[in-house]
T-cell receptor, first 117, second 111 residues
Framework: NAGVTQTPKFRILKIGQSMTLQCTQD?????MYWYRQDPGMGLKLIYY???????DKGEVPNGYNVSRSTTEDFPLRLELAAPSQTSVYFC????????????????FGPGTRLTVL | QKEVEQNSGPLSVPEGAIASLNCTYS??????FFWYRQYSGKSPELIMF????GDKEDGRFTAQLNKASQYVSLLIRDSQPSDSATYLC???????????FGKGTTLSVSS
């Protein structure tokens, strides 16, 4: 299993440009997530999905959009890039909750380092 | 917004010592607690998870949970230079649909 894969690894955008960050997982997980991590900071949740066709906003969704047409893929779209979106973006996935046990661990992709100039 | 608090560090310990990392959380309804390790420039990887009050041991790592005090900790015994990393504490959100992460504690183990 490849686990969670993300492309591209690095990208430089100009202000106002658009791009899509790709995320794919091969573990048949229903739950998928997008985080951003600024230097010295923890992970902030942008969007998440609990299954194909279902997405919801996290803590910092402004400036981003997502879609989930398949179980495997969860792309993140930046429509009008701004310098404040310079960050490292991580995609993650997890299995459904264990009844009576709780939440399952999240598996992370390698990340995309995005710079907006 | 529910919060997860960690001391940012750095926490410096000599090789072979016990490193103690602490985390507090604000949501009394949280059920699942995780410790992730993140090396510089890499993605987080799971170290430990704990669901019940008390201690859980796995090799050199022990997670401790006290739900009454809303406190979870990670002990690393016989610390090695390879343990030098940032440790992220995470707890589930109220809806059980996502994790809330702390900012992380940076650990430095000197040889």
């Amino acid at each position: 299993n490849a686990g969670v894969t993300q492309t591209p690894k690095f990208r430089i955008l100009k202000i106002g440009q658009s791009m899509t960050l790709q995320c794919t997982q091969d573990m048949n997980h229903n739950y998928m997530y997008w985080y951003r991590q600024d230097p010295g900071m923890g992970l902030k949740l942008i969007y998440y999905s609990v299954g194909a066709g279902i997405t919801d906003k996290g803590e910092v969704p402004n400036g981003y959009n997502v879609s989930r047409s398949t179980t495997e893929d969860f792309p993140l779209r930046l429509e009008l890039a701004a310098p404040s979106q310079t960050s490292v973006y991580f995609c993650a996935s997890s299995a459904d909750k264990n009844p009576g046990l709780g939440y399952n661990e999240q598996f992370f992709g390698p990340g995309t380092r995005l710079t907006v100039l | 917004q529910k919060e997860v608090e960690q001391n940012s560090g750095p926490l410096s310990v000599p090789e072979g010592a016990i490193a103690s990392l602490n985390c507090t959380y604000s949501d009394r309804g949280s059920q699942s607690f995780f410790w992730y390790r993140q090396y510089s420039g890499k993605s987080p990887e799971l170290i430990m998870f704990i669901y019940s009050n008390g201690d859980k041991e796995d090799g050199r790592f022990t997670a401790q949970l006290n739900k009454a005090s809303q406190y979870v900790s990670l002990l690393i015994r016989d610390s090695q230079p390879s343990d030098s990393a940032t440790y992220l504490c995470a707890v589930n959100n109220q809806a059980g649909t996502a994790l809330i992460f702390g900012k992380g504690t940076t650990l430095s183990v000197s040889s």
